[in-house]
């Protein structure tokens, strides 16, 4: 799943709060404007962050709104389940980012973008996210001020704290704050960690990001552990997995179990098929099905993402999973024209979609099944009709709700080659 933009269409959005809005060059208004909070509202800056669109929505009507858009968009091409909601859809983010600007009064508040600029708007508390990771960020801000430190201006250049990013693992308790900073040089960096660790003994890493680069993309390429290891695991469907600071990881563990648990059986794996886990990341999808499964091939071109997967591997004591530092589509190409025989295979691009060029290589492979994991459901409308244009049929589609409160929505859908046996 890939952060939403800035400029949507209507439904064209993952779920992210604005906390995580971040990409592309900077726009808009700057630091300074004011803000007028809404009282009408559950959340007083819901008017303008454009994160929860949904936050004054009973939750039945939510899942019937995005029902409906489902089976409108998607319907023509097969049967849509019945959408898969939340027993409790708040808090749910396990990933929060947050800048930070300095008042006149040399006060430091927290907060998120105003959508479409890069106005920081002040947030106590968020419907969507992690209510430790929002008590940290609180603290941090007031640790800037303590320690003396100059929020990056992104305007002239200047300054040195970006963002504070917070992943929190959800059945370990683990918890990584990632300092993002526009300078390697950074004083005090270890009395700061203590200090913050000490409010929030719970945090097990501390990491300084760096990202010097005239951009508005979070995190850097650079990372210096401060405290702790550097990174943070978690369990996912009875599986361990190792997450740093730049790694891919669902922002909602609970309904991943969910959508993971679909894709696993929509695979209907038998313990003799080879499978394909494209775009696979941090190999979440696979490592799970792995025990159902002969043998799993993942295939990822982020080699930091490559790393923690191996690694996954290895803690996991998994035998029959190898990772591939490839292009998707290249690699499936290779696989074609070797002649190899794939069973299954587990897509899940970013919410921009997928490639023809790595349809193709999926058509002239011609797995039995191919399950589509899509955040994104207007490129999978797209691809979908791609794909059914060239051999295969829609069996099945699934909608999870992987983002309450907001219009986003996760789909899953199961598709075969158009002459094989019903399944």
């Given at each position: 799943m890939a952060e939403r933009k800035n400029n949507r269409?209507?439904?064209?959005?993952?779920?992210?709060?604005?906390?995580?809005?971040?990409?592309?060059?900077?726009?808009?208004?700057?630091?300074?404007?004011?803000?007028?909070?809404?009282?009408?509202?559950?959340?007083?800056?819901?008017?303008?962050?454009?994160?929860?669109?949904?936050?004054?929505?009973?939750?039945?009507k939510q899942l019937s709104e995005k029902q409906k858009y489902i089976d409108d968009l998607l319907g023509k091409f097969g049967p849509v389940d019945k959408i898969i909601g939340m027993e409790d859809p708040y808090h749910y983010r396990n990933k929060v980012t947050a800048s930070f600007r300095r008042m006149k009064s040399g006060e430091i508040i927290s907060g998120v973008y105003e959508e479409g600029t890069h106005n920081v708007l002040p947030?106590?508390?968020?419907?969507?996210?992690?209510?430790?990771?929002?008590?940290?960020?609180?603290?941090f801000a007031k640790l800037i001020r303590s320690f003396k430190l100059q929020i990056y201006n992104e305007d002239i250049g200047t300054g040195l704290i970006r963002h504070l990013q917070i992943r929190v693992g959800r059945k370990t308790g683990q918890i990584m704050v990632i300092i993002v900073t526009a300078s390697p040089v950074f004083p005090s960096k270890k009395n700061l960690a203590k200090a913050l660790v000490g409010e929030h003994p719970e945090i097990t890493t501390v990491v300084q990001n760096i990202n010097m680069k005239d951009t508005s993309m979070v995190i850097?390429?650079?990372?210096?552990?401060?405290?702790?290891?550097?990174?943070?695991?978690?369990?996912?469907?009875?599986?361990?997995?190792?997450?740093?600071?730049?790694?891919f990881y669902q922002v909602n563990p609970v309904q991943t179990e969910v959508l993971y648990g679909r894709a696993i059986k929509y695979a209907d794996l038998k313990k003799k098929e080879t499978v394909i886990d494209a775009y696979c990341g941090i190999g979440t999808?696979?490592?799970?099905?792995?025990?159902?499964?002969?043998?799993?091939?993942?295939?990822?071109?982020?080699?930091?993402?490559?790393?923690?997967?191996?690694?996954?591997?290895?803690?996991?004591?998994?035998?029959?999973?190898?990772?591939?530092?490839?292009?998707?589509?290249?690699?499936?190409?290779?696989?074609?024209?070797?002649?190899?025989?794939?069973?299954?295979?587990?897509?899940?691009?970013?919410?921009?979609?997928?490639?023809e060029e790595f349809m193709s290589s999926v058509i002239t492979l011609s797995p039995k099944r191919v399950v589509y994991i899509s955040c994104g459901p207007?490129?999978?409308?797209?691809?979908?009709?791609?794909?059914?244009k060239h051999g295969y049929q829609v069996i099945r589609m699934t909608p999870v709700d992987m983002f309450p409160l907001t219009r986003g929505v996760e789909v899953c859908t199961l598709l075969t080659r158009a002459n094989a046996v019903k399944y």
């Open positions: 269409k209507k439904y064209d959005v993952t779920g992210a709060s604005n906390h995580a809005k971040f990409g592309g060059k900077k726009q808009g208004r700057s630091q300074g404007a004011k803000f007028k909070p809404n009282h009408d509202s559950k959340c007083p800056v819901s008017h303008l962050c454009g994160g929860c669109q949904y936050v004054d929505i009973p939750y039945e947030v106590e508390a968020c419907y969507v996210e992690d209510q430790k990771a929002g008590e940290i960020i609180r603290t850097g390429d650079r990372n210096q552990v401060i405290y702790g290891k550097g990174y943070i695991e978690d369990i996912l469907c009875g599986k361990r997995f190792r997450i740093s600071p730049g790694s999808i696979g490592i799970a099905a792995c025990d159902r499964a002969k043998k799993v091939i993942g295939v990822e071109l982020n080699e930091a993402a490559v790393h923690d997967a191996r690694i996954n591997v290895k803690m996991n004591n998994i035998q029959n999973v190898d990772i591939y530092s490839n292009d998707a589509g290249r690699f499936m190409v290779d696989v074609a024209d070797e002649g190899d025989d794939i069973d299954v295979v587990f897509m899940d691009p970013p919410r921009s979609g997928s490639t207007e490129s999978l409308a797209r691809d979908l009709t791609y794909m059914t």
